[in-house]
């Protein structure tokens, strides 16, 4: 997992909580160090037990955990990667050209770093199918992206996101709708 996705979680726990909730969540995660480096890439398995062991710490299971991560990764994401986003776009479309733009980006850009892989469907005018893939088995930390993304582009009341497989397997089928 890159350096960033953990400097975002460290982010997002001081934000939920506090610093001194993100030391003793890494040092209850058997992990020798609070810091990542941005540009590195570090085990699955240290993200696997900081999500692990917050779900334990707070009593809050770890799909929601990370789908509450997802959702406070975008503003950060959609700045990152600004330059990918067209004027008018709106969350279906924005989801719609996440695999080529975005990933394409972190593939070329971050070698090493293996986000999952998105097949988006559009099934109707206002419905996609997005079929998410990943070794990882992070699928409500995508359900949380796309609930971030009807957010940032101000369409909460009008997206519904619903998955439509268990979030924690290798494939998770996701609906989005806009009403």
Known sequence: MHGSIFNLLKRFVQTQYD?????????????????????EVYPDAHIY?????????TGIPAEQLQEKFGEFLVPDLMLVYKRYVQPGW?????????????????????????????????VAEKELKVEYESERRMGALAVGIIRGLAAYFDETDEIEVT?????????????????
């Open 163 to 179: 998955p439509l497989s268990n979030e924690h397997e290798e494939k998770v089928v996701i609906r989005v709708r806009q009403r």
């Open 90 to 122: 709106g969350t279906l479309d924005m989801i719609e050209h996440t695999e080529d733009a975005m990933h394409g980006a972190v593939r070329r850009d971050a070698p090493g770093t293996r986000p999952p892989i998105l097949h988006v469907t559009r």
């Open 49 to 57: 037990a900081l999500v692990g062991q917050a779900a334990e710490m």
């Open 19 to 39: 610093h001194s909730t993100w030391l003793r969540l890494v040092e209850l995660s058997g992990l020798h160090s609070a810091d990542f480096a941005m540009d």
